[in-house]
């Protein structure tokens, strides 16, 4: 399993590499010049290239790409165009929004997701059933800004319990933080638990029509017993694989969510980096990103194994 | 004494196609201590009568319509759910025909067993963890401590039947209902899990109700045979009366399809081609009229067509349902 796992890890390598290469050209593909925006609207075509020159645009692609690849080696993601600060440094203030964004999202979305799709398949036919899947279908089908501002409409604006929007650091205090999570974790949540949800009802009837379970039953065990235990752990790979796909969703969803709902997170950096075209922070945010993906797939492919016995690496 | 009683059992399931008759008024009795056989085709409804018992046909799909089932006295078909699940696995418990997958894949065979000593008896975790490792020295697993640990995939086809046996008599059942358990086996395998039960049933005092397609398997284990065929019991008899002279024209089809290498065939100097039974079996959604076997029947006349045959006992303990048992024991003899 340890070996597995370092053998998993080295292989993260090329992967990133290849990530590093894309994201570098893409970039240099996309239309629009850095150095015109810096330079401001009524900038002379010298001003342009003095820009161009000090921010090192102005050298070969291949060598930009050389230079920026051994910095980043060394952990250096390079300085911000606009800012002039280090994009690390830009990442790790926006990280703990984001971050406590998507857990909380996860959390929410899994806790209702499993128990409503095991409900679904063990009531099927019935109206709990239809019920559930009615909302997993118009979950799936509803954008994250229309559930977002329908929420603040209710909570927000009508009833007055929550925050309309912004964030609160864990630092000021739990409940202020809860409270500002609240209504975009809801949000972004949906799509997510209707996901869940669907896949926990499929994989549960597939698994409820089993010969074990039929034994199971044959023991006289609670009911309890047999769906969460005896079902839901046969059940539990393809529920994870799409938990994990999910989280990829996610970081999709959460530069939506963070827009709404005014949250100083990576998502928003991306937005307004992108909008700059400033480079070394998009770059960087590509890469965290994907390195983020891979190491969670590494989680799930890692998960099997405790939940299927007979899953040896 | 019987520990168990049907009476006139009916279990219909309803389908896009009508309503499938599956059991359709069957009766029988399970004396403290017996082996009972229920013989019959794929289809018979030997199955369903066995699942019907345990009420574990799902809901959705299908459901007991008429009969009882008496467990001493009390009717298992009127019982509250609740108290039907204290019943199974502890008063009467079931092994079924694919051991491949009635084992939960993901729990080890000492949960497995475990549990169910847990649910009935209310012992600690840790005390039915030793009774389990006691059932598998019963059954006969080697090095039992290891295999408790261990998950049905590494167990072979006849080691995880003998862990449904250790499962299915942790309790000791007073009915054990065996569900084609040799089916799936290899043959050599299939004789040394008979012996098993039969052993156990000894030691044990279980009574046995051993459902198989397969006479051969009747012969070995059981003391009394039901017959079935189309949902309805046709015959029945004690081993000993069927073997010798089975009453009902499907019975003797059924004996005639069984390959003979014995050296009474070999000494008359030919092996006699296998006889099939002609026809198929009837379609359940539909009323049968009469006879169920009649299409197929040689000895079949109009009166079998038109009017269903009772059951009439031709012998002490020895029961048919046919209209022409005298032409049938005729063309016998």
Known sequence: ?313 | MNVLEVRDLATHFFTLDGVVRAVDGVSFRLARGETLGIVGESGCGKSVTALSILRLIPPETGRVVGGSVLLEGQDLVKLPESDMRAIRGHRISMIFQEPMTSLNPVLTIGTQIAENVVRHTGVSWSAALDRAREMLELVKIADPRRRLQEYPHQLSGGMRQRTMIAIALSCNPQVLIADEPTTALDVTIQAQILDLMLELKEKLGTAIIMITHDLGVIAETAQRVVVMYAGRKVEEASVDQLFAQPAHPYTRGLMRAIPRLDAEAEVAGRRPRLQEIPGIVPALNQPIAGCAFAPRCPFATGRCRAERPPLIETAAGHSVACWETARVLEAAA
């Open chain 1, 1 to 313: 399993m340890t070996a597995y796992i370092a053998r998993r890890l080295f292989a993260t390598l090329p992967v990133m590499a290849v990530v590093a290469v894309f994201v570098f050209f893409l970039l240099r593909l996309a239309p629009g010049d850095p150095a015109a925006i810096i330079a401001g609207e009524d900038a002379t075509a010298e001003s342009i290239a003095a820009v161009r020159a000090k921010l090192g645009l102005d050298r070969p692609v291949l060598e930009q790409f050389v230079i920026w690849l051994a910095r980043l080696v060394q952990g250096d993601f390079g300085v911000s165009i606009f800012s002039n600060l280090p994009v690390t440094r830009l990442m790790a203030q926006r990280v703990e929004p984001t971050v406590a964004l998507t857990l909380s999202t996860l959390l929410i979305a899994v806790c209702m997701a499993i128990p409503i799709g095991v409900v679904a398949a063990w009531k099927v036919r019935t109206f709990v059933d239809r019920a559930v899947m009615i909302f997993a279908v118009m979950g799936f089908a509803m954008p994250v800004f229309l559930v977002a501002y329908v929420l603040i409409y209710i909570f927000a604006v009508q009833l007055n319990w929550l925050p309309v929007q912004g964030y609160r650091p864990i630092a000021e205090g739990l409940w202020p933080f809860v409270e500002g999570l609240i209504l975009p974790s809801v949000a972004l949540g949906i799509t997510y638990m209707a996901l869940i949800a669907r896949i926990t009802r499929a994989s549960m009837l597939e698994v409820l029509s089993q010969d074990y379970i039929r034994t199971a039953n044959s023991k006289g065990l609670a009911t309890q017993r047999v769906l969460l235990l005896h079902a839901l752990k046969n059940a539990a790979v393809p529920i994870v694989t799409v938990i994990g796909i999910g989280i990829a969703l996610l970081i999709s969803g959460v530069v939506i969510t963070e827009t709404v709902f005014n949250i100083p997170g990576l998502g928003r950096l991306t937005v307004d980096a992108v909008l700059k075209r400033d480079y070394p922070i998009v770059q960087g945010l590509i890469l965290v990103f994907a390195a983020v993906k891979v190491l969670i797939n590494l989680v799930i492919d890692i998960s099997y194994a405790f939940l299927d016995p007979r899953i040896r690496y």
